[in-house]
């Protein structure tokens, strides 16, 4: 199976400021097909994870451009830019280029 | 785009269970769909996927015990629950299969103990 390792587990932040999370694989998530099933989600306390950022790079039909995701092969980044309070909540990768399809642990974003 | 989980409970120790996942605002029968589960407190845990030609794919900790099937002329996706073990407690959510995991339903709550 492939390992998806988050860093860090969680994170303390500025309204404001800026925020990055780590997502490393442990094999190359690049397809047969030559696309990178590699995506970011949010889960709001209390609620269903949400879809932010699909094959790296592509943000979600309505997800504001203060989320960014790039990488490539094995390793990925999330950036969040101008955090709000709405941003805040646990942030998931995951991988479906390989079944079964993984995640990571999970990063906690907190108001600092 | 709307996903509404139904169907679960408490369970006791080697029963069954059925969860429904009632999809409407997409055309259901183009789209493959996922069951995915979060124990309480913990991360996210694929757990099947049946494609819109009705393959199946699943994980390894469910395989033999958890069926997941659809029914196109009701719009509506399954997954039985066989076999339940202690360790099949979570919030079971059935996201489709577009652009990643693109939408998810609020969930269902599935406990098993005695």
């Known amino acids: 199976d492939v390992v998806m390792t988050q860093t860090p587990v969680s994170l303390s932040v500025s309204l404001g400021g800026q925020v990055s999370i780590s997502c490393r694989s442990s094999?190359?998530?690049?397809?047969?097909?030559?696309?990178?099933?590699l995506s970011w989600y949010l889960q709001k306390p209390g609620q269903s994870p949400q879809l932010l950022i699909y094959?790296?790079?592509n943000r979600f039909s309505g997800i504001s451009d203060r989320f960014s995701g790039s990488g490539s092969g094995t390793d990925f980044t999330l950036k969040i830019s101008r955090v709000e309070p709405d941003d805040l909540g646990v942030y998931y990768c995951?991988?479906?280029?390989?079944?079964?399809?993984?995640f990571g642990a999970g990063t906690k974003l907190e108001l600092k | 785009v709307q996903l509404v989980e139904s169907g679960g409970g408490l369970v006791q120790p080697g029963k069954s269970l059925k969860l429904s996942c009632s999809a409407s605002?997409?055309?259901?029968?183009?789209?493959?769909m996922h069951w995915i589960r979060q124990a309480p407190g913990k991360g996210l845990d694929w757990v099947a996927y049946i494609s819109s030609s009705s393959g199946t794919v699943y994980a390894d900790a469910v395989k033999g015990r958890f069926t997941i099937s659809r029914d196109n002329a009701k719009n509506t996706l399954y997954l039985q629950l066989n076999s339940l073990k202690s360790e099949d407690t979570a919030i079971y959510y059935c996201p489709r299969r577009g652009s990643s995991f693109d939408y998810w339903g609020q969930g269902v709550m599935v406990t098993v103990s005695s």
């Open positions: 995951g991988q479906g280029t390989q079944y079964p399809y993984t």
């Open positions: 605002g997409f055309t259901f029968s183009s789209y493959g």
């Open positions: 094959k790296v790079s």
């Open positions: 094999q190359s998530l690049v397809h047969n097909n030559g696309n990178t099933y």
